[in-house]
């Protein structure tokens, strides 16, 4: 009798230790971080281990946004400050990767990925965390702040100094600074042990691994209408970042202007509603969906291939799509009766 | 067996469903949304109609629900873009006022998407 009692003890304490050991499950958090609302998903076995993941990851994220935020005394004002006065800069070794990273995306772009501009989104009124309705800057403003035609290629960069040789050089990293911040979330996640995870700041986002046995999810956002207009699942590490005409704007006079500047024109970019990318590095993604959506229907093809971009879904004002061949491959369209247009030269 | 064995076994049988709903199943019914007032949370049902005045970093947002859907009807930024976004019903669709730092997101059983690009 007592051997029986006991097997039956020992199978029920088997039993209890199995099922304390929690199955891997999503922990999300939310932070207000990087100017926009920053959710992470961590698909992980340990609640508090993904917790304490996260929380380095903030403490990361808000780093960056001191660093590099464009329009409060900042490190990086000091240096549009110095630049303006003809000054050479001292810089760290991150800030030296920061700049190469994004120098390098500008000159593969032709300069459509332009983060020197930043005096131009300033007379637009972008320089906010919220800008009210109003007029846009006069046509004689941007005509002058074209004329100076900043760009990277001013921009002269070693290991320990940054300098420029033209004074309109105002740097303003709207366009890479969240691609550059996800991947260094993504980074800290690896080093702190997490495997899968999503990290997703006001839309663009990089996954790594899974969400158990599945791929993890997408929906991109239809342009125009409530819902999403296609899904995608990850192959692992991937980030998967849209420019869209719809993320930051302003009315005025019936008519609405957005927040993704044409270098060329000094205006809003007017020729697609939205472009996904797909690429494995964010800051990638970041700078190429912004220098495609500027490029529009007919160029971006091209810029694509220069950049290194192989996965592209460009919305068109008349809502067609146009993709390349690997993208289309990937992606599932969630609406019918759509014109698609699969362009086949690709990198 | 003794009648104690059957009465181990039987146990065992009853508590087998219990730890299976409670350790795999999640315990969330229904529609439901989030809402984040800086870094609280705080879960609503979408179930019953009601408006919620919610303190944020720069005065109140005025939150409705209704039919199942969420929205914000008023907010103290300049921009109005979370008033913009319209009502919300899809789990996963979510407005956010950043002004203010308060967002709302739209909670399902099941949601097709686990993350939303745009």
């Known amino acids: 009798m007592k051997p029986r009692w006991l097997s039956l003890l020992l199978i029920a304490t088997l039993s209890f230790t199995a099922c304390s050991e929690a199955p891997p499950q999503v922990h999300k958090a939310k932070l207000f971080t990087l100017g926009t609302l920053v959710d992470i998903s961590v698909f992980h076995q340990e609640k508090a281990a993904a917790l304490q993941a996260v929380t380095i990851v903030e403490t990361e994220l808000e780093t960056i946004n001191r660093q590099w935020h464009a329009w409060r005394d900042s490190p990086l004002t000091q240096i549009n400050q110095q630049l303006a006065q003809g000054k050479t800069v001292t810089i760290d070794s991150t800030s030296h990767h920061f700049l190469q990273q994004a120098q390098t995306l500008a000159a593969n772009s032709d300069q459509l990925f332009n983060p020197t501009i930043g005096s131009l989104i300033e007379q637009w009124g972008f320089h906010s965390d919220d800008r009210p309705d109003g007029a846009p800057p006069s046509k004689d403003r941007i005509d002058t702040a074209l004329k100076q035609v900043p760009s990277m290629a001013n921009i002269t960069l070693t290991t320990t100094t940054l300098a420029s040789n033209n004074p309109a050089v105002q740097f303003d990293f709207g366009a890479f600074g969240k691609g550059y911040a996800i991947d260094r979330a993504v980074e800290t996640l690896k080093l702190a042990g997490i495997k899968n995870a999503i990290v997703n700041a006001g839309g663009d986002l990089r996954t790594i691994g899974s969400k158990g046995d599945r791929p993890w999810r997408i929906g991109i956002r239809h342009p125009t209408a409530a819902g999403v207009i296609a899904s995608i699942e990850t192959d692992g590490d991937e980030s998967v970042f849209t420019s869209g005409n719809y993320e930051r704007f302003f009315d005025f006079d019936g008519s609405r202007y957005h927040h993704i500047i044409d270098p060329r024109s000094g205006y809003p970019a007017n020729d697609a509603l939205s472009v996904t990318v797909i690429h494995h590095n964010a800051a990638t993604a970041d700078a190429a969906a912004t220098a495609l959506f500027i490029a529009g229907t007919t160029q971006w093809p091209q810029i694509a291939k220069q950049m290194g971009i192989d996965k592209v879904m460009l919305i068109g004002n008349d809502l067609t799509i146009y993709m390349t061949q690997k993208m289309a491959q990937r992606i599932h369209l969630e609406i019918d009766n759509t014109q698609i247009k699969i362009i086949g030269d690709e990198t | ?118």
């Open chain 2, 1 to 118: 067996m003794t009648c104690a064995d059957y009465c181990a076994v039987l146990f065992a049988a009853l508590l087998l469903p219990y730890l299976y709903i409670s350790q795999w199943t999640g315990d969330e019914a229904g529609i439901s949304a989030t809402i984040m007032n800086g870094n609280a949370i705080t879960e609503v049902s979408l179930a019953h109609d009601h408006t919620l005045e919610v303190d944020g970093a720069r005065g109140t947002s005025i939150i409705n629900i209704e039919d199942g859907k969420i929205r914000f009807a008023a907010s103290p930024c300049l921009g109005k873009q979370c008033i913009h976004s319209g009502w919300l019903e899809h789990a996963g669709e979510f407005a956010a006022c950043l002004p203010n730092r308060i967002s709302v997101a739209v909670l399902g059983d099941e949601p097709r998407f686990d993350s939303i690009n745009f």
